[in-house]
Antibody, heavy 126, light 107 residues
Framework: EVQLLESGGGLVQPGESLRLSCAASGFTFADYAVNWVRQAPGKGLEWVSGISGSGGGTYYAGSVKGRFTISRDNSRNTLYLQMNSLRVEDTAVYYCAKTQGSGTYYNPFIDGMDVWGQGTTVTVSS | DIQMTQSPSSLSASVGDRVTITCRAS??????LAWYQQKPGKVPKLLIY???TLQSGVPSRFSGSGSGTDFTLTISSLQPEDVATYYCQQYKSAPQAFGQGTKVELK
């Protein structure tokens, strides 16, 4: 069964850091780009960041660029999101999501996100 | 960056009604568009990709159309289990972007 399982969420104060992890199973992890998508309480979905299958291409939303770093370890089938300088507005459920298509060098994110984890909650509050 | 705008933000319809949701991109995205369904308290589910390709296992009452900047998601006959929020998403270029969502309720 294809699965994604996030961990690492928690309560932190503004300005602090947190690292999220997403463990993948049931598919050839290195063949697919993966993404982080977040949802603030009562709000819509916001794409946060994505990374190509090889890890050579990383992409960010403007709201997190320079503060968050996405990475992956294909030998461990694990995706990461290092979040620094956290703000109150970063409070959300963070989902990892697998890109459905294999993509290309120019666009690794093809055909939507077909597998989602259950999410991990990040709360930034003083 | 490409912005996605959905309309309406919410709608109320009866069982059996035809429901249409529109999504507009701020610039042309060809057919690099997906639709998702999110039921309350649940994880988003991919319904349609490439603007009009139905994801495996999704009921045929769901359909998508459009290309360029204007897209639609249609539910041909609304069922009680379709109560959810629906999102469009462009994946033509990074940063990817979702629409703000359309909440579908039963009348």
């Amino acid at each position: 069964e294809v699965q994604l399982l996030e961990s690492g969420g928690g309560l932190v104060q503004p300005g602090e850091s947190l690292r999220l992890s997403c463990a993948a199973s049931g598919f050839t992890f290195a063949d697919y780009a993966v993404n982080w998508v977040r949802q603030a309480p009562g709000k819509g979905l916001e794409w946060v960041s994505g990374i190509s299958g090889s890890g050579g291409g990383t992409y960010y939303a403007g709201s997190v660029k320079g503060r968050f770093t996405i990475s992956r370890d294909n030998s461990r089938n694990t995706l990461y999101l290092q979040m620094n300088s956290l703000r109150v507005e970063d409070t959300a459920v963070y989902y990892c999501a697998k890109t459905q298509g294999s993509g290309t060098y120019y666009n690794p994110f093809i055909d939507g996100m077909d597998v989602w984890g259950q999410g991990t909650t990040v709360t930034v509050s003083s | 960056d490409i912005q996605m705008t959905q309309s309406p933000s919410s709608l109320s319809a009866s069982v059996g009604d035809r429901v249409t949701i529109t999504c507009r991109a701020s610039q042309g995205i060809s057919n690099y568009l997906a639709w998702y369904q999110q039921k309350p308290g649940k994880v988003p589910k991919l319904l349609i990709y490439a603007a009009s390709t139905l994801q495996s296992g999704v009921p045929s009452r769901f359909s998508g159309s459009g290309s360029g900047t204007d897209f639609t998601l249609t539910i041909s006959s609304l069922q009680p289990e379709d109560v959810a929020t629906y999102y469009c998403q462009q994946y033509k270029s990074a940063p990817q972007a979702f629409g703000q969502g359309t909440k579908v309720e039963l009348k």
